[in-house]
């Protein structure tokens, strides 16, 4: 059972410039009850496998940053572009919070430049070139980032995205399957290779990075995404209830419009004249009840957050950052 710290430190994390993205939605904290029974329930000797921190060590003022002593593997921790996107930013606020920080990303000088604002904050970091796609590249960053600091606390899985969408009856069937599995394949290699890791040492906290699109109706036809992301949610809470009794747990962090590098990029694909880029991000942040687009920042809040002891009670739920976007639709 939880205790009331748990409640506590979200009601801190809730109160915080962390979450001034967040309203209009609720943090669950209860284990991962409401999501299912774990599969072993029957099994009571299961649960003395799970090591919870004493109220007491949880409840004392934090004389060290709250990630001391933890390794996060952030994977897609590059932007797609000058500034700061969800995993460069939630690399970035992990090291500044302690943790040792393991940055993969495809674009190697995309990580070299995640890299580089970690080193300025005096963290331990490295950083590698990896697919997360490929099963090869990712047993082997796996690998490394258990050579380079021996253990994996933290897993941020941060890659996802659409290689084109549209009305579905004008969407080919290999590239709607392709957009699906980019959500969703990453996600599913990267748990699969740190589980056993996790389990050896007691427990771990996995964080994928959804969208609302996955919880949602967007704007504009993209079925093909929003499959992907909705399967991320559910496979994100498969996974708390499968390795809930080892102590690990599973969330997503579901962002909702933030202005990063690869909206930029996204938008300049639709048009290249600045006026009509801001329109654009205009009328998306007039959509939004804090009257705001949000702030990479504001995702890696929530991230830091779920990866630390404070939500030990935490598990297959989802953080909404949305600026109170959607709910009014689910």
Same mark, same amino acid.
């Given at each position: ?147 380079? $600091?021996? &253990?994996?606390?933290?897993?941020? =899985?941060? #890659?996802?995205?659409?290689?084109? %969408?549209? +009305?579905?009856? /004008? ?71 499968? $390795?809930? &009794?080892?102590?690990?747990?599973? =969330?997503? #962090?579901?962002?909702?419009?933030? %202005?990063? +590098?690869?909206? /930029? ?66």
């Amino acid at each position: 059972m939880g205790d009331a710290w748990d409640t506590a430190w979200a009601a801190v994390y809730l109160a915080s410039e962390e979450s001034k993205y967040v309203t209009a939605t609720e943090l669950v904290v209860d284990g991962g009850i409401t999501a299912g029974r774990p599969l072993d329930w029957r099994d009571t000797s299961a649960c003395d496998v799970v090591r919870v921190p004493d109220a007491d060590t949880r409840s004392a003022p934090q004389s060290e940053p709250r990630l001391s002593g933890k390794v996060a593997l952030v994977v897609g921790a590059g932007s797609l572009g000058p500034g700061m996107g969800n995993g460069k930013a939630s690399a970035l606020l992990m090291a500044q919070q302690g943790a040792k920080v393991f940055a993969v990303d495809r674009n190697l000088d995309a990580v070299k430049e995640t890299e580089a604002l970690m080193l300025a904050e005096g963290a331990q970091c490295e950083i590698l070139q990896a697919d997360a796609t490929s099963e090869t590249d990712v047993d082997a960053m796996v690998s490394n980032c258990m050579e380079r $600091f021996g &253990r994996i606390d933290v897993l941020h =899985n941060n #890659v996802g995205g659409s290689a084109g %969408h549209g +009305p579905t009856m /004008e969407m080919d069937v290999e590239t709607w399957c392709n957009n699906v599995l980019f959500n969703v394949r990453p996600a599913f290699l990267a748990t699969r290779a740190v589980i056993p890791i996790m389990e050896n040492q007691g427990g771990g906290s996995i964080i994928n990075t959804g969208s609302i699109s996955g919880i949602s109706v967007p704007e504009s036809p993209m079925n093909s995404y929003q499959a992907g992301k909705g399967g991320l949610i559910r496979f994100s809470r498969g996974i708390a209830l499968e $390795f809930a &009794r080892k102590g690990i747990r599973s =969330n997503c #962090v579901i962002p909702g419009k933030i %202005h990063t +590098p690869m909206t /930029e990029v996204r938008q300049g694909e639709r048009s290249d004249d600045p006026e009509d880029m801001k329109k654009i991000f205009e009328k998306r942040a007039r959509s939004v009840p804090l009257g705001r687009m949000g702030e990479a920042m504001d995702v890696a809040g929530a991230v830091a957050y779920l990866a630390s002891d404070q939500a030990r009670y935490v598990t297959a739920a989802e953080i909404v950052v949305d600026g109170g976007l959607t709910s009014n639709c689910c």
